[in-house]
């Protein structure tokens, strides 16, 4: 059975959004299709889930992710605040199937945030350099 076919449900249309059923990206997999990024778990070093993947953000120009905005807290949409982290502040733990980062949920408070109807477009240079200071990583234009 060819890739293409194993990659169709049992209506014949391609799994996945859009036209090119990028569902054949298996977990054992490297690589993840974007749209399975968002909705993706948030654990602290202690291993405790402590938000979503709510967005990501890429460098048009590179096609590089440069960050995950990460929700916390909120109920039913309601309180909720969203936090860009540097990509690279991340890692993956496929133990527990989500992404991990070196701060606690109180600490990932005290960043920079916003409500998320204030996504912001990220132009200013020297806000980002606040925030990759503030996780304590090399900023992404820097290499």
């Keep these: ?19 090119f ?3 054949f990206i ?10 399975k990024i968002a909705g993706t778990a948030v654990y602290d070093a ?13 460098d048009k120009r590179t096609g590089k992710l440069i960050y995950a905005v990460v929700s ?7 309180g909720k605040r969203l936090y860009p982290l540097p990509w690279s502040a991340l890692t993956y733990g496929s133990a527990l199937g989500g992404y991990e980062v070196h701060l ?6 005290e960043a920079p945030g916003f409500a998320p109807e204030q996504l ?3 132009p200013d240079s ?3 350099a606040k925030l990759h200071r503030y996780y304590h990583v090399e900023p992404y234009w820097t290499h």
């Design 46 to 58: 202690g291993g405790d889930e402590i938000g979503v993947i709510y967005d990501v953000v890429i």
């Design 126 to 128: 020297d806000e980002e």
């Design 120 to 122: 912001p477009d990220f």
């Design 26 to 35: 298996r977990e054992a997999s490297p690589l993840i299709a974007g749209r």
């Design 1 to 19: 059975m060819g890739t293409a076919r194993a990659a169709r449900r049992c209506n014949g249309k391609p799994d996945g959004a859009g036209r």
């Design 72 to 78: 916390l807290g909120g109920f039913l949409g309601i």
């Design 21 to 23: 059923g990028m569902d």
């Design 104 to 109: 606690s949920k109180a600490e990932l408070e």
